[in-house]
């Protein structure tokens, strides 16, 4: 039994004998590294496909992990009219302090731009220019002076000065996925097309509730109009979604989106702890106005400690809790893990969540909640006693790939990481225009 989906089943409301009678799942992966990446990744796809069988009664759940493996490194793998877009940009990545290292993230314009402005550098500075800036200083002060600046720097440490740290601590006290009823609610019978609403950017929440609209899901993602996504991000994890621009800043936009949120099933959030609660997202307020709403979120740090509220993605994750330095090649320069596997993992596991909670919610009835995040699923890599297979080789890439001509030009990428029963080994769509869907429910019959 795979280390991690036996840690996760008794939240899933699930036990060994079933994952046993309906999972087919090969040792190995495609997922060189020193720590068991590929038992995390394999047992959080085998969750996310063991929760969607038990809540839609298929037999046989399907796990290969050389396409775990693909699905996983997606973003390496994906190209646009033979293009392949780079994983990150010149600005994102490992920096050489004055007495150690800092990780940075500036993907997207916004945190390029306060990045720049907390190094003092102007809108046209290349990444020598952020060389420099960053030589003189120390690890610290750096990751200090950008958080305040609202940017995404991280001094990378070793695993043990990240354990010892008070946001270790706070990271240790939540489950690395966690399902739970929170209060009284009639019981919901499980719909044949539970409606979802996607309220997640990047990978982590996007990969979970593209899992989700895979098993039959009807997901809209809902994103601002002020903030920009990028298309390979968006083309690798929207994948049978609907996609629509809401402006919470307006009233009227508000109101139409609980009224949403009304006939939804499911909201899955992933923007830092409290900061939707203006909206009235928090899980207080939803509790009391839709208590037959399952509500998931995840976070990088979790909602606790003094980083609760502090933004993060995968690679600082790696680097704040010791990965990077377990997998730096030389000793001396940090490194990464193959795949951004936190992201990857984490989103299964929420999706696992969530479906799990679908059928509770219809079995007992409640309200529920599911969390997942970064830095748990970091925890239980960094101290799981699981050891990886055989590294599996993957030298001809096509029978884990499917090509879709789209909006943006002919797109190939990962196939589905599982399938249930003869499922399509393809995601309904591939490419539908960004934001171009209107903020409203498809008609299901129920």
Same mark, same amino acid.
């Given at each position: 039994?795979?280390?991690?989906?036996?840690?996760?089943?008794?939240?899933?409301?699930?036990?060994?004998?079933?994952?046993?009678?309906?999972?087919?799942?090969?040792?190995?992966?495609?997922?060189?590294?020193?720590?068991?990446?590929?038992?995390?990744?394999?047992?959080?796809? !085998? =969750? @996310?496909?063991? +929760?969607?069988?038990?809540? %839609?009664?298929?037999?046989?759940? #399907? &796990?290969?992990?050389?396409? /775990?493996?693909?699905?996983?490194?997606?973003?390496?793998?994906?190209?646009?009219?033979?293009?392949?877009?780079?994983?990150?940009?010149?600005?994102?990545?490992f920096f050489e302090a004055s007495d150690g290292w800092v990780r940075t993230h500036a993907n997207y314009p916004h945190?390029?731009?306060?990045?720049?402005?907390?190094?003092?550098?102007?809108?046209?500075?290349?990444?020598?220019?952020?060389?420099?800036?960053?030589?003189?200083?120390?690890?610290?002060?750096?990751?200090?002076?950008?958080?305040?600046?609202?940017?995404?720097?991280?001094?990378?440490?070793t695993i043990t000065e990240w354990m010892a740290s008070e946001q270790a601590s706070a990271v240790a006290g939540h489950?690395?996925?966690?399902?739970?009823?929170?209060?009284? !609610? =009639? @019981?919901?019978? +499980?719909?044949?097309?539970? %409606?979802?609403?996607?309220?997640? #950017? &990047?990978?982590?929440?996007? /990969?979970?509730?593209?899992?989700?609209?895979?098993?039959?899901?009807?997901?809209?993602?809902?994103?601002?109009?002020?903030?920009?996504?990028?298309?390979?991000?968006?083309?690798?994890?929207?994948?049978?979604?609907?996609?629509?621009?809401?402006?919470?800043?307006?009233?009227?936009?508000?109101?139409?989106?609980?009224?949403?949120?009304?006939?939804?099933?499911?909201?899955?959030?992933?923007?830092?702890?409290?900061?939707?609660?203006?909206?009235?997202?928090?899980?207080?307020?939803?509790?009391?106005?839709?208590?037959?709403?399952?509500?998931?979120?995840?976070?990088?740090?979790?909602?606790?400690?003094?980083?609760?509220?502090?933004?993060?993605?995968?690679?600082?994750?790696?680097?704040?809790?010791?990965?990077?330095?377990?997998?730096?090649?030389?000793?001396?320069?940090?490194?990464?893990?193959?795949?951004?596997?936190?992201?990857?993992?984490?989103?299964?596991?929420?999706?696992?969540?969530?479906?799990?909670?679908?059928?509770?919610?219809?079995?007992?009835?409640?309200?529920?909640?599911?969390?997942?995040?970064?830095?748990?699923?970091?925890?239980?890599?960094?101290?799981?006693?699981?050891?990886?297979?055989?590294?599996?080789?993957?030298?001809?890439?096509?029978?884990?790939?499917?090509?879709?001509?789209?909006?943006?030009?002919?797109?190939?990428?990962?196939?589905?990481?599982?399938?249930?029963?003869?499922?399509?080994?393809?995601?309904?769509?591939?490419?539908?225009?960004?934001?171009?869907?209107?903020?409203?429910?498809?008609?299901?019959?129920?």
């Open positions: 039994m795979n280390h991690l989906l036996r840690e996760v089943l008794p939240a899933l409301a699930l036990d060994e004998g079933y994952a046993a009678a309906h999972l087919e799942l090969a040792p190995g992966g495609a997922l060189p590294s020193a720590l068991p990446v590929n038992t995390l990744a394999c047992g959080a796809v !085998a =969750a @996310a496909g063991l +929760a969607g069988a038990a809540l %839609r009664g298929a037999q046989r759940v #399907r &796990v290969d992990p050389r396409q /775990v493996s693909v699905a996983f490194r997606n973003d390496q793998v994906q190209t646009i009219d033979g293009r392949r877009e780079p994983g990150f940009a010149p600005l994102s990545g945190h390029r731009m306060r990045l720049l402005r907390a190094l003092g550098l102007g809108e046209d500075a290349t990444r020598e220019d952020a060389v420099s800036a960053i030589a003189d200083r120390p690890a610290q002060a750096l990751e200090d002076l950008v958080t305040a600046d609202h940017g995404i720097a991280v001094r990378v440490r489950d690395v996925l966690a399902v739970r009823s929170v209060g009284a !609610a =009639a @019981a919901v019978p +499980a719909p044949r097309r539970p %409606r979802v609403l996607d309220l997640t #950017r &990047v990978l982590a929440g996007p /990969v979970a509730t593209r899992a989700l609209a895979q098993l039959g899901c009807d997901v809209l993602r809902v994103d601002s109009p002020h903030l920009p996504e990028l298309d390979a991000i968006h083309l690798d994890t929207d994948s049978g979604k609907r996609s629509t621009l809401v402006d919470l800043q307006n009233e009227h936009a508000r109101h139409h989106l609980h009224d949403l949120l009304a006939a939804a099933d499911v909201l899955v959030t992933g923007y830092r702890p409290g900061a939707l609660a203006g909206f009235g997202l928090d899980p207080e307020h939803l509790a009391a106005q839709h208590p037959h709403l399952v509500c998931a979120s995840l976070s990088a740090w979790t909602p606790s400690g003094p980083w609760g509220r502090r933004r993060g993605f995968d690679s600082i994750v790696q680097a704040a809790t010791g990965i990077s330095l377990i997998e730096s090649r030389d000793g001396q320069v940090p490194g990464a893990l193959p795949a951004q596997a936190l992201d990857h993992a984490t989103g299964y596991l929420l999706a696992a969540g969530v479906l799990s909670a679908l059928r509770r919610r219809a079995e007992e009835g409640g309200t529920w909640r599911v969390e997942a995040h970064l830095a748990r699923t970091a925890h239980w890599l960094l101290q799981t006693d699981a050891l990886d297979g055989s590294v599996l080789p993957l030298d001809d890439l096509a029978p884990w790939t499917v090509g879709s001509d789209t909006a943006y030009g002919h797109v190939v990428q990962a196939r589905p990481a599982f399938t249930l029963d003869d499922s399509p080994r393809e995601f309904a769509w591939v490419g539908r225009r960004y934001g171009a869907d209107e903020a409203e429910w498809v008609d299901r019959a129920d």
